[in-house]
């Protein structure tokens, strides 16, 4: 079955980086779009980043020029490195991915928390 599981998460001052690591299984991880998506408590999960198969990258405007979404085909792992981080940045960070059959697959997340 489907596993992607998320780590790297942590506390940080407002300022500082983390780099959140993915790791899939269960998939031909090559062919497929990743993408990383956050949850801020009483708000709803939205996109960060995503990269396709062939390595394109798009990214939600509060985080581009901070945030990189990279893909290690070999380790079957997906990175999101994350600089100059803010306290809006603080929230559970999620893997995701989406089969041939347009099924949603998700990590169970990473809790990220910028401290001010």
């Known amino acids: 079955q489907v596993q992607l599981v998320e780590s790297g998460g942590g506390l940080v001052q407002a300022g500082g980086s983390l780099r959140l690591s993915c790791a899939a299984s269960?998939?031909?991880?090559?062919?497929?779009?990743m993408g990383w998506y956050r949850q801020a408590p009483g708000k709803q999960r939205e996109l960060v980043a995503r990269?396709?198969?062939?390595?394109?990258?798009n990214y939600a405007d509060s985080v581009k020029g901070r945030f990189t979404i990279s893909r290690d085909n070999a380790k079957n792992t997906v990175y999101l490195q994350m600089n100059s981080l803010k306290p809006e940045d603080t929230a559970v960070y999620y893997c995701?991915?989406?089969?041939?059959?347009?099924?949603?697959?998700w990590g169970q997340g990473t809790q990220v928390t910028v401290s001010s």
């Open positions: 269960g998939i031909i991880f090559s062919i497929r779009p």
């Open positions: 995701n991915t989406i089969s041939g059959y347009g099924r949603d697959y």
């Open positions: 990269i396709t198969s062939g390595g394109s990258t």
